[in-house]
Nanobody, 131 residues
Framework: QTQLVESGGGLVQPGGSLRLSCVGSGFTLDYYAIGWFRQAPGKEREGVSCISSRGGNINYGDSVKGRFTISRDIFENTVYLQMNSLKPEDTAVYYC????????????????????????WGQGTQVTVSS
């Protein structure tokens, strides 16, 4: 059974940091592009960041560029999202997802992160930024 499990969310003050983890079981994350998405109450799901299979390309949403960093640990079968300088508007449920656009034996991140490009999803982890 393939599964993605997110962890690392919590309550943090503005300006603080969190590191989210996305662990895969039943399949190898490095074969796929892994995206991070978030959804705040009453808002549409938003693409945050993506790393392609084998880490060939990475992209970020405009609202998190310069503050968030995505990375892989292939030995731990985990993808991380390091979030720094957090703002109240970063408050949301964060999801990781596996998929991407297939080409020449690799899965790439689409230029515009949209959830339809990703087929397997985790259950989400809550991030709350508040003083």
């Amino acid at each position: 059974q393939t599964q993605l499990v997110e962890s690392g969310g919590g309550l943090v003050q503005p300006g603080g940091s969190l590191r989210l983890s996305c662990v895969g079981s039943g399949f190898t994350l490095d074969y796929y592009a892994i995206g991070w998405f978030r959804q705040a109450p009453g808002k549409e799901r938003e693409g945050v960041s993506c790393i392609s299979s084998r880490g060939g390309n990475i992209n970020y949403g405009d609202s998190v560029k310069g503050r968030f960093t995505i990375s892989r640990d292939i030995f731990e079968n985990t993808v991380y999202l390091q979030m720094n300088s957090l703002k109240p508007e970063d408050t949301a449920v964060y999801y990781c997802a596996a998929g991407g656009r297939y080409h020449n034996n690799n899965y790439y991140c689409p230029l515009k992160l949209e959830s339809i490009e990703f087929g397997s999803w985790g259950q989400g982890t809550q991030v709350t930024v508040s003083s």
